[in-house]
């Protein structure tokens, strides 16, 4: 048998639904991706102070997709 995390729908722990309806259920993450983007955003805007040309963020890391 083979499968990811995809698979899981329903976790019970002694009793207890850790995960429903594929969501996590003991563990509050509605700000986490809002946290994530941020420091992902700081981290590759401190690249600029080390690139040699000083170039910003935007143009280091362009879209692997295009924008629209």
Known sequence: MNC???GITRVVLAGRAII???????VDTSDDQQRAQAFLEKCMASFSNSDYK???ASE?????FPVR
């Open 60 to 64: 280091l890391f362009p879209p692997g």
């Open 4 to 6: 990811d995390g995809r």
């Open 54 to 56: 000083r170039r910003p």
């Open 20 to 26: 429903e309806e594929a969501q996590i259920k003991t």
